[in-house]
C-alpha cells in the first residue's frame, strides 16, 4: 500500500501549498477588492501597457475565456481601460488601477515574500526558483498519455 513515489509525494505538497497560498493570498487581497487571479491580471497589465487581449491573455493564468470576463469586470470596475487601436483593442490601467496596484502591489509582495524568507536561506529559495522553474518548463512539453 505504500506505493508512494518522492514524484508524488512532492506534487502532492506543491497542490496542498498552492492550494493554501491561494486562499490565503484571496483572504489577502480582499482588503484591495481583488482576487489572486484580478492581481495576476493587473500585475501583467501594469507591467505591459498598453497591450491587447491575445498578449495579455498569454501572460496569464486565466483561461481564454476567463479572461474575457475578468477584463469586462474589471472595466466596470474602472480598473483598466480598452481603447480601439488600428486593429485591436488595447489594454491600460486607468487612474484608479494604477492607485489600487501602487498600494497592492508593495503589501503582495511583502506578503508572499514572508512566505519563504520565513522558512527558507536565500540559497534555498534560488535552488527552490531553479527546481520548480525547471519542472514548468517540462511541463509545457510534456504530454498526457491516452487513457488506457
Request: net charge positive.
Amino acid at each position: 500500500m505504500n506505493d508512494y513515489t518522492l514524484g508524488l509525494l512532492a506534487w502532492l505538497r506543491l497542490v496542498r501549498f498552492k492550494n493554501r497560498s491561494d486562499h490565503m493570498t484571496n483572504e489577502f487581497l480582499k482588503r484591495f477588492e481583488l482576487t489572486t487571479a484580478q492581481f495576476d491580471v493587473l500585475v501583467q497589465i501594469r507591467t505591459y501597457q498598453p497591450l491587447n487581449q491575445m498578449e495579455l491573455a498569454k501572460k496569464v493564468t486565466v483561461t481564454e475565456g476567463g479572461i474575457s470576463r475578468m477584463l469586462a469586470r474589471l472595466e466596470k470596475e474602472r480598473y483598466i481601460e480598452r481603447k480601439q487601436g488600428w486593429k485591436t483593442k488595447m489594454i491600460s490601467l486607468t487612474e484608479k488601477g494604477e492607485s489600487v496596484m501602487n498600494e497592492a502591489f508593495p503589501a503582495q509582495v511583502a506578503f508572499q515574500t514572508s512566505f519563504f524568507d520565513e522558512v527558507l536561506s536565500k540559497e534555498e529559495q534560488k535552488t527552490l526558483l531553479s527546481l520548480i522553474s525547471r519542472l514548468e518548463k517540462h511541463s509545457r512539453n510534456k504530454m498526457v498519455p491516452p487513457p488506457t
